[in-house]
């Protein structure tokens, strides 16, 4: 489907040719991205619209493999495309759902329907307040909830009903791993869902090369730029700073950080957008700054490899909006985060990685409450410094340092990701 929120970088489809991707176009329809379908209740409404399409697509697909005995084991979902499982009813198959976020976080949503019974109101009423939830620890702050929770809008109806509709999967699919998050994988082997099957951590160990824009603004750093620049670094003492696809900063907010940084005296290397997409990069930063700052401190604009960044011995500290993908990615290599979560689940990422992992240090914490206040940049070398330093940072480096050797044995033979895939498989093909 041709959508405006997709993140597959340019290339990748070539890249992967053991896979097999159908694109489903339907004849005279308009393109999403010329639509303003912008909000996840407008996107599943779309969606809606390209089930007759689905249906016959995969019925002729089916078709086409039995020529060669080949069958379909099952029709596997996001979370956002549960009205899609009528399609698998309808062929006879069964429907998995593939959760690309944490376990503790599709607790959350599988208890959704309960907590909507059980508040008879907005969960905007209820803050500050805490719930308890199965998949956590610890009591879960209102404030640190998804913004879709927090008002009985359309797009909190359109969540609603998929959760309500994930009860109806086989099974569900969470990239996580029990070492991760064992109480929250514990909580599902009770209850009336899904069997749930934790297969991470799913990390791409590969990095894509690109071109990235530069401290200038022009397109000159490229991939191999910006490791020969890592490799001229002290060992465990670079602070790199990236906030995912949708993380943006207008000038005030970015000097502020530009100031913390200089003034914490680390090497760093920044991946910085503005929020209007168009200032160029020396109007983020103070006057004179790129020159200060030219012998230990890189900015990028744009895309940076971020898993051969995390993977390189001189990063010391992961300045992260927490998205899930980026936690794992932190978790792999092995390197402390420093919270700054932005929208969608960040900030629940962020209670659980401070609060319930002990991976990171909070710089921005996981209440909404005053998210677009301004982080100083007192706070941001403060918080650079207690990731980087004294005993917050033995706790958080052992802590972390633990979890990469964990993360990785999960995934060879006999660790628990790899025997649950071995069930999973045999769930899905052994009796075909």
């Not at 990095?207 to 490791?227: M, P, W």
């Not at 890592?230 to 005030?252: H, I, Y």
């Amino acid at each position: 489907m041709d959508t405006p929120f997709s993140t597959i970088p340019p290339g990748f489809v070539d890249s992967v040719p053991e896979l097999r991707f159908i694109e489903l176009v339907p004849p005279d329809s308009p393109s999403l991205k010329d639509s303003l379908l912008t909000t996840i209740a407008a996107m599943c409404e779309f969606m809606d619209t390209y089930k007759p399409l689905a249906k016959r697509t995969i019925s002729q697909l089916a078709t086409e493999l039995s020529s060669n005995s080949v069958s379909i084991a099952a029709l596997v979902f996001d979370m956002f495309t549960t009205n899609f499982m009528g399609v698998a009813n309808d062929l006879g198959l069964p429907s998995y759902l593939f959760y690309a976020s944490g376990a503790a976080l599709l607790g959350l949503v599988l208890r959704l329907p309960v907590l909507d019974t059980e508040i008879d109101s907005d969960f905007t009423d209820h803050k500050p307040g805490e719930l308890a939830i199965p998949s956590f620890k610890s009591l879960v702050p209102i404030v640190s909830f998804p913004s879709l929770l927090w008002r009985r809008d359309e797009e909190y109806k359109w969540l609603l009903y998929h959760a309500r509709r994930m009860r109806d999967a086989k099974g569900i699919i969470v990239n996580s791993f029990y070492e991760l998050e064992p109480y929250a994988i514990d909580s599902f082997t009770s209850g009336d869902h899904p069997r749930v099957h934790s297969v991470g951590p799913i990390v791409d160990s590969t990095s894509r090369v690109g071109q990235i824009t530069g401290s200038n603004g022009s397109k000159d750093k490229t991939h191999d730029d910006i490791v020969k620049w890592l490799d001229k670094q002290p060992p465990r003492l670079v602070v790199f700073l990236c906030f995912g696809s949708e993380g943006t900063f207008d000038v005030t907010q970015a000097k502020e950080i530009a100031n913390g940084l200089e003034r914490s005296g680390y090497p760093f290397l920044w991946s910085v957008r503005p929020r209007d997409g168009s200032t160029r990069l020396e109007a983020l930063v103070p006057d004179g700054f790129m020159e200060r700052t030219a012998k230990r401190g890189m900015v990028v604009g744009g895309w940076v490899p971020q898993v051969a960044v995390l993977g390189h011995r001189s990063v010391g500290c992961f300045v992260s909006h927490c998205g899930w993908n980026s936690t794992l990615e932190s978790v792999w290599f092995g390197v402390p985060i420093l919270t700054w979560p932005m929208y969608a689940e960040q900030h629940l990422n962020t209670f659980l990685i401070v609060k319930e992992l002990g991976l990171g240090v909070e710089l921005k914490g996981y209440w909404r409450v005053g998210e677009d206040d301004l982080v100083t940049a007192d706070e941001v070398e403060r918080g650079v410094r207690s990731v980087m330093e004294g005993e917050c940072h033995e706790e958080v480096k052992k802590r972390v340092e633990e979890m990469k050797e964990k993360s990785r044995r999960a995934i060879v033979e006999g660790g628990s990701s790899f025997v649950t895939i071995e069930s999973l498989l045999e769930e899905l093909i052994g009796k075909n």
